[in-house]
């Protein structure tokens, strides 16, 4: 099949060509907002309520001429500014939620600098601490090895003391037993007389 001029192709013989999508989803966007407000008001009715009118819905009563109505009709429109035609929300809304988001994450922002503050602070802290227990143990450190070598000096003197007081006390055991034997020996000497 072959495309001429501005017509879109058919995918299916016979069949029309698709419209394009923005198009399609507006309408549909349309239809699925009408349907809601009707199903509201329906459902308004039965439950004995009036259904909310909005003012933008509003049209005047019909006449049984109608030929001032019909043109009243067809040049009655809503501000553009106040509604949007296409999707039929109402942008006040949307500016309020756009504000309501810009102010959830103003607070959020905040919070966070708030936090990496915090942060920064414990970890100051935590660096600080670190840094007095680094001293703390340098000078204990240097103290002791300062007291290293007059520790030394006294415990090889004492070694030297008690190897010369192991020495002595050989002496007085050696003495104690001359002595001892010759007690022994005086002791038989006098037995015999």
Not at 34 to 46: C, P, S
Not at 156 to 165: A, I, P, S, V
Not at 170 to 192: A, H, N, P, V
Request: hydrophobic letters at 30%; proline letters at 4%.
């Amino acid at each position: 099949m072959i495309c001429g001029g501005s017509e879109a192709a058919s995918s299916f013989p016979g069949q029309p060509a698709m419209q394009p999508v923005g198009r399609k989803r507006s309408r549909m966007a349309a239809k699925d907002q009408l349907e809601a407000q009707v199903t509201v008001a329906q459902e308004m009715e039965l439950a004995g309520k009036a259904p909310v009118s909005y003012e933008h819905e509003e049209r005047k009563p019909v006449t049984e001429t109608k030929k001032g109505d019909v043109t009243d009709e067809h040049q009655e429109r809503e501000p553009f500014a106040e509604t949007d035609e296409h999707v039929g929300v109402d942008t006040k809304e949307l500016e309020d939620i756009a504000a309501d988001i810009k102010e959830d994450l103003a607070a959020k922002r905040k919070r966070s600098e708030k936090i990496a503050k915090a942060c920064s602070e414990i970890k100051n802290r935590v660096k600080n601490v670190l840094r007095t227990m680094q001293l703390k143990r340098q000078k204990r450190d240097y103290r002791i090895s300062l007291k290293l070598p007059n520790v030394l000096e006294e415990f090889t003197t004492d070694e030297q003391k008690d190897e010369e007081g192991e020495g002595e006390k050989e002496e007085q055991i050696k003495i104690f037993q001359e002595q001892q034997k010759r007690w022994q020996q005086d002791k038989k000497g006098t037995e015999r007389d």
